[in-house]
């Protein structure tokens, strides 16, 4: 009788060109699929994320399931999948599944973190997990920003080209920013769901406010707009981490 398996995924992005499986290039998903159908004895097999996270990007909660033939308990495909995927992809989770479950469908929220490092020089150690911004940013400004973003909106302005979704109302139900010490600035958002970039667009448009380059009332003339050119830049992925899906 066929199972569902659910996962909680943590991975590592810099190596890969996103979640989304693509002939030929290396994803998340697209290892995911090999490492389970290495240990189911080459069934096919699908596998569905909560999230299509982009290049370089990383995840601390990215939830995923697949139907499978075998009858490995929970335990077992933790610790079967750990073995066979690369270093920078595991398993922190494994558990049985209704049928119907969906982990993208179901999911009720998820929050997302952004780090910066703000300071005049670089960090060899952090490059890989923050975006190193070297002009000051007043934290005060990009809080009074923020507000703006809070609730369900249109947010066009912060869709990146080439999105497939069917329509631009999402729902903000929270942004923090944090002074982490040690020149760390980090931000997290919470929503209902995102859009293709959104999170990131978000951030570089704050980032601009908080270098002095815009007004905090400026974002709600920005989300007014409806038009991607009315924001500022896109922040680079390497900041991005996905924390959390809810259900």
Not at 2 to 15: F, I, M, R
Not at 61 to 80: C, K, L
Not at 128 to 152: H, N, Q, T
Request: glycine share 8%.
């Amino acid at each position: 009788m066929p199972k569902v398996s659910a996962v909680l995924v943590h991975d590592e992005g810099t190596n890969y060109c996103g979640w989304q499986e693509q002939e030929g290039l290396p994803t998340v998903q697209g290892s995911l699929i090999e490492a389970v159908r290495k240990l189911t004895l080459e069934e096919n097999v699908k596998v569905n994320g909560a999230s299509r996270t982009d290049a370089g990007v990383h995840a601390w909660g990215q939830a995923a399931n697949f139907m499978t033939e075998s009858d490995i308990p929970a335990r077992g495909v933790m610790h079967g999948l750990n073995f066979r995927l690369p270093h920078d992809i595991s398993i922190k989770e494994a558990s049985d599944a209704p049928f119907h479950f969906d982990p993208r469908r179901d999911s009720k929220g998820k929050t997302y973190l952004y780090r910066i490092l703000n300071r005049t020089c670089r960090s060899a150690m952090l490059s890989r997990y923050s975006w190193f911004v070297f002009k000051p940013l007043d934290i005060a400004r990009m809080r009074e920003a923020a507000r703006y973003y809070i609730g369900e909106k249109d947010f066009s302005s912060f869709m990146a080209s080439g999105s497939d979704a069917l329509h631009s109302i999402r729902e903000v139900t929270s942004i923090e920013i944090f002074d982490r010490g040690d020149d760390i600035i980090e931000f997290e958002i919470k929503g209902t769901a995102f859009l293709r970039h959104m999170v990131r667009i978000m951030v570089g448009t704050i980032a601009a406010v908080g270098a002095g380059r815009l007004k905090p009332s400026g974002i709600k003339r920005i989300i007014e707009a409806k038009d991607r050119t009315a924001a500022d830049m896109t922040a680079p992925p390497q900041g991005l981490f996905l924390v959390r899906i809810d259900y």
